[in-house]
């Protein structure tokens, strides 16, 4: 009996071969569980892709002019990585809802999400305080009155409700808590520092810092420390305080910070005479280089304070009007925080051309701004993908006489019924189709004698083309699985035949895909025109249907044979 069984099964197995080899020849797909995490990998990739241009621009963060169409043009054509909001910009909004729509009317108009900022730190300064509609006429108290009426359970639970206003307002970066530190209640920073001594300050910083980035990027401010200093927004500040007495005072509350993980430090413009006599901080490369990247060992994001303010306007006209811009992107600044970036980045591009400016550095402060964009959920893998035209395999149905190419548009903006275009690489329309959900397609290629060069293309410039060669018509016998990639030879010919008139392309009628888990079946439409590429829904159904008929009578045999033989 074991005899007639197994010759039962062979013929089974038998009649689902041929099942399996009839039309479309296809290896079956696995679905496979979708890695969004966005890792270091991906983001040096994009960085690899971008032009020089979009890396400078990703280092701007700048205030939001009041045209908001101005923004909107600016922030595409400067690729910007980042605007700052101030009273004017909740002041010029009827309520919330209508600063959210602003705010994501400039997202729209990034290549890449934005970080906004603000200077958000309660009591004298709080941008939230300009237009109480907006707030719901909420008070902001200053870490020093929170702290008087409650104690630090009153100052974490003001950080992270304020964090949370916030970032339902569209607002992901907050240039505070201020670190600051000084006794002398007549200084300028004394009412925006915690009002504390040093060590009670370090531990306040290493408190709020986290209770700030449960909503937030928290953003220490302004290194290596005020003090006393006089206010730098109208005029230049000389700290004559020794190394030794920063380190022992001013830097504690900055390294409590670092070490709690803080994502931001702003550089003050004041001069610290012991490091660097010549340079304001935040244009000297010993200070943010030297002391906070490499002696206190900071890895996130360096942001200068505003460069328009007095004291940076008062040392470029003091020395013959320098470039400000470049000097903070020599210094090791990642963010630049200044309006002129019309002028400034063709500034930095020119001092990269010069060679006094590395691509390299550039290339490392973008990667900061871009894992603080993926912190804070801005970015996805999607985001940073490239954008092209990939294949995941090549079949072949002999009797229709096409090659069926199927793959996937990989660009997060892509709209659903897309058209993509198959044509000779001398520009000839071969089949065009659209492109489905997820930017999947099929497109049927016709077969000819000989072997056939085809570009894939989508009519946008953004979108990569695909080049893939496909089989002679005698040759295509068995499956034939490829995973080509973008060339140039691809990318010129698209680019070649752009605007060329050509004769009306073949359609590929319309398809559907059907997730089975294990394999992606194409339903075609039954509908067919004159115009239309060769169709094998029909008669691959009547193949199907006639050996599956040949399989059930096998079946049948084979019981009978098993019944004969037990009789």
């Known amino acids: 009996m074991k005899k007639w069984a197994n010759l039962l099964v062979t013929t089974l197995s038998t009649a689902g071969l041929l099942l399996g080899s009839s039309g479309f020849s296809a290896t079956t797909v696995h679905a496979a569980t979708a890695d969004n995490t966005l890792t270091d990998a991906d983001i040096n990739a994009y960085i690899s892709r971008m032009t020089l241009e979009e890396k400078v621009g990703q280092m701007f963060i700048s205030r939001t002019p009041q045209d908001n169409q101005q923004v909107r043009q600016d922030v595409a054509k400067y690729h910007l990585g980042g605007l700052i ?11 919330a809802a209508a600063f959210k729509t602003k705010m994501q009317s400039f997202q729209d108009a990034a290549d890449l999400p934005l970080l906004v900022g603000i200077d958000q730190e309660g009591g004298k300064v709080s941008r939230l305080s300009d237009n109480p509609v907006v707030s719901d006429y909420r008070a902001f108290p200053s870490p020093q009155q929170a ?26 970066w907050n240039f505070a808590p201020d670190a600051d530190t000084t006794s002398d209640k007549d200084a300028f920073i004394y009412a925006r520092s915690f009002g504390q001594d040093y060590a009670t300050t370090a531990d306040y ?26 206010d730098t927004h109208t005029d230049f500040a000389v700290v004559d305080r020794t190394k030794e007495q920063f380190e022992q ?6 390294k409590a910070g670092i070490e709690a993980g803080v994502d931001s430090i702003m550089i003050a413009h004041i001069v610290m005479k012991a490091v660097d006599p010549d340079y304001p901080s935040s244009l000297s490369r010993k200070v943010v280089q030297g002391l906070l990247r490499e002696e206190l060992g900071f890895q996130g994001v360096i942001i200068t304070d505003g460069l328009g303010m007095g004291a940076i306007t008062k040392f470029a006209q003091e020395h013959n009007d320098v470039a400000v811009d470049v000097l903070a992107a020599e210094a090791g600044n990642d963010g630049i925080m200044n309006n002129d970036y019309a002028k400034a980045i063709p500034a930095l591009l020119d001092a990269v051309k010069a060679g006094n400016l590395s691509e390299s550095e550039i290339d490392q402060h973008v990667f900061r701004l871009l894992s603080l964009k993926r912190k804070l959920g801005l970015i996805t893998k999607g985001d940073l993908a490239k954008k092209e035209i990939t294949s995941d395999k090549v079949t072949y149905d002999q009797d229709a006489k096409v090659a069926r190419i199927t793959g996937t548009v990989v660009d997060p903006d892509l709209s659903t019924g897309e058209p993509i275009y198959a044509k000779s690489v001398d520009g000839a329309p071969l089949a065009e189709t659209v492109i489905g959900a997820g930017g999947k397609y099929e497109i049927d290629v016709p077969l000819t004698d000989a072997k056939q060069a085809v570009v894939l293309s989508t009519g946008m410039t953004d979108i ?8 002679a018509l005698a040759k295509a016998e068995t499956p034939v699985e490829t995973t080509p990639t973008p060339t140039d030879t691809g990318k010129q010919a698209a680019k070649d035949n752009q605007g060329k008139p050509q004769p009306k392309p073949v359609k590929t009628p319309a398809k ?14 039954k509908k067919t025109t004159k115009a239309s ?20 009578i096998a079946a049948l045999g084979g019981a009978f044979l098993l019944k004969r033989h037990a009789a």
């Open 147 to 172: 702290y008087a009426e409650g104690g630090m359970p009153e100052v974490l639970k003001e950080a992270t409700d304020v964090g949370a206003m916030l970032r339902d307002l569209g607002v992901n």
């Open 464 to 471: 990569a083309p695909l080049s893939l060669t496909i089989d």
């Open 249 to 254: 005072e001013d830097l504690l509350p900055f």
């Open 205 to 230: 910083i290493k408190q709020v810092v986290p209770a700030w980035q449960q909503n937030v990027a928290a953003t220490l401010k302004h290194f290596p420390g005020y003090g006393a200093a006089i």
């Open 85 to 95: 909001v101030y009273g004017a910009d909740f002041t010029s909004v009827k309520d």
């Open 512 to 525: 559907s895909a059907k997730n089975t888990g294990h394999k992606v079946v194409a339903t075609a439409a």
């Open 533 to 552: 590429l060769p169709r094998t829904g029909d008669a691959k159904e009547a193949a199907l249907a006639g050996l599956g008929f040949m399989a059930i």
